[in-house]
């Protein structure tokens, strides 16, 4: 795992989404396309507008996926992630991407994860730009995450940890609006891509950060995972790289 430490959030979304501009550059200089998953959340706010800006990205040979969406959740809810992705970063590319494949939370959630599922295998992804939750989850995982499933897709039951965090944004007006279920792209599934590009900002995230860096690799901290991965590079900012030892 790399890390790359910026003064600011600005500077930290900015970093990331170059870095990940030039993956899919070389990516589809390489393959004539490129697939990718693209993560939600306060914390990704500065990197989709950056990377929506890239220059010399063809998105129109790039096939996205996105990580996670609650189960029941309209796209007309203002926490919903389809119409987080759709408003911040489909609807704002300069050309249409060539599909994007969002979580539906309102289908049957098992058969949501199968269609998913077979979507995704035709689909290999050369860079996953995701995000860390304060619990140290990644996507919808929380501790303790299984590390062992191979179906791309899950439904998943929310800590409330996790669920904090969705109040704490402002996503939702109470705990009790935060859904408890949701479908989540798996940790085997997120490890299958070619490259990660995780940034995480704010210094709430300080302290999953030093477990994912500096602890041991555990379902108790699932984005200490990474520390396994070959191409995965964290951006931080100061305030998130606060605890690091090194």
Known sequence: MDIVVSETKEGCGKKAAAHGAELLRQAIAENGKAGIVVATGA?????????VKAESVDWTAVTGF?????????????ASFRKYLKERFVDRLPSPPSAFHYVNGENDPEAECR????????????????????NGHLAFNDPPADFATE??????DLA?????????????PTLQDVPARAISMSIRQIVKS????????????AKAV???VEGPVTPECPSSILQQHAAATLFLDSASASLLER
């Open 210 to 212: 030093k477990g994912a």
């Open 160 to 172: 409330e940890a996790c669920r904090r965090q969705q109040l704490g944004e402002g996503w939702f």
């Open 151 to 156: 179906e791309p897709y899950i439904v998943v």
């Open 194 to 205: 070619r490259a990660i590009v995780c940034t995480v900002p704010d210094e709430r995230k």
């Open 43 to 51: 914390s990704q706010f500065e990197m989709l507008a950056a990377l």
């Open 115 to 134: 269609r998913l599922g077979r979507v995704i295998s035709e689909h290999p992804i050369d860079v996953a730009f995701i995000g860390i939750g304060e």
């Open 66 to 78: 996105h990580l996670d969406e609650y189960i029941g959740m309209p796209m007309t809810h203002p």
